[in-house]
Antibody, heavy 113, light 108 residues
Framework: QVHLQQSGPGLVKPSETLSLTCSVFGGSINDYHWTWIRQSAVKGLEWIGRIFVHGDTNYNPSLMSRVTMSVDTSKNQLSLKLTSVTAADTAVYYC???????WGPGILVTVSS | EIVLTQSPGTLSLSPGERVTLSCRASQNVNVHNFAWHQQKPGQPPRLLVY???FRATGIPDRFIGSGSGTDFILTITRLEPEDFALYFCHQYFTSPFTFGPGTKIDVK
């Protein structure tokens, strides 16, 4: 059974770049596509986008200009980068298998100086 | 963007009761691309039902998903103590994929 482990800083300064990693255990990252979702009290659950292992991505248009997703098959990891963050980007960030079939534990990222 | 509206916002119920959660979409959603998730405090969401009516691995058969078009339902035939939680509907048919605001089931 696939297990996801997330890592990254819990505090990011305004205007800087948020960078998170999601490690996949118990299965190959090549077997599925992967999704990033965030959750905040203001916006609820918000789909950030998804990535297929061949590199294709679908991003939420509201974040598209600032988001980059990537996959490192050699490390069985996926990554999320969100540039020019503001307080509105404060949320719990989740990675998930496919379109939500198995979620990572989540990581709270606070944007504050 | 497809907006998902869930009703009611909160339900106060007792163990053993039957409950029906509703989710309405602002546009048609393919039944293959509709899901329900459960979330408990301090935990990530957990997939309950995908493809409108298929239970995810390990989900008990008291959870029944149904619906089509713009109207979808999650029925819990008999509430167990562990079912008191927040429930989200989710469409992954049209990008950007979206979630409902959630229905909370709490103890009466």
């Amino acid at each position: 059974q696939v297990h996801l482990q997330q890592s990254g800083p819990g505090l990011v300064k305004p205007s800087e770049t948020l960078s998170l990693t999601c490690s996949v255990f118990g299965g190959s990252i090549n077997d599925y596509h992967w999704t990033w979702i965030r959750q905040s009290a203001v916006k609820g659950l918000e789909w950030i986008g998804r990535i297929f292992v061949h590199g294709d991505t679908n991003y939420n248009p509201s974040l598209m200009s600032r988001v980059t997703m990537s996959v490192d098959t050699s490390k069985n990891q996926l990554s999320l980068k969100l540039t020019s963050v503001t307080a509105a980007d404060t949320a719990v960030y989740y990675c998930a298998k496919k379109d939500g079939d198995g979620w990572g534990p989540g990581i709270l990222v606070t944007v504050s100086s | 963007e497809i907006v998902l509206t869930q009703s009611p916002g909160t339900l106060s119920l007792s163990p053993g009761e039957r409950v029906t959660l509703s989710c309405r979409a602002s546009q048609n959603v393919n039944v293959h691309n509709f899901a329900w998730h459960q979330q408990k405090p301090g935990q990530p969401p957990r997939l309950l039902v995908y493809g409108t009516s298929f239970r995810a691995t390990g989900i008990p058969d008291r959870f029944i998903g149904s619906g089509s078009g713009t109207d979808f339902i999650l029925t819990i035939t008999r509430l167990e103590p562990e079912d008191f939680a927040l429930y989200f509907c989710h469409q992954y048919f049209t990008s950007p994929f979206t979630f409902g605001p959630g229905t909370k089931i709490d103890v009466k």
